[in-house]
């Protein structure tokens, strides 16, 4: 799979699957271009053929556990259990964050 960073008009990214490509914008900073570039390997991963609402579920899902290691979430937790400082210490949106927890719990 190809991962290509370039200007993008609307889109943070975008995983294209007729060419294996993902695109990650330029205009984003590092720390969220890693997690655009999570989010987009889950929509490779499987193998969406669009944007449905679930399909984007199931992409921060995948960004989500491949970026938060579950030991250093409980450590996190015994040492702060503010939910907005674990996300900044784990460097993930609240959004991945909270697709972690769910997908803990189910």
Request: charged share 25%.
């Amino acid at each position: 799979m190809e991962v290509v960073v370039r200007r993008l008009r609307t889109a943070n990214g975008r995983w294209f699957p007729e060419y294996n490509q993902i695109l990650i914008s330029d205009r984003l900073r590092a720390g969220h271009q890693r997690l655009t570039l999570a989010h987009e390997l889950g929509h490779g991963h499987f193998g969406h053929p669009d944007d449905r609402p679930k399909f984007e579920q199931q992409a921060d899902r995948f960004a989500a556990s491949n970026l938060i290691c579950p030991d250093e979430l409980a450590d996190l937790y015994e040492w702060c259990p503010d939910e907005q400082r674990i996300v900044a210490e784990l460097g993930v949106t609240t959004q991945l964050f909270r697709a972690f927890v769910l997908d803990r719990a189910a």
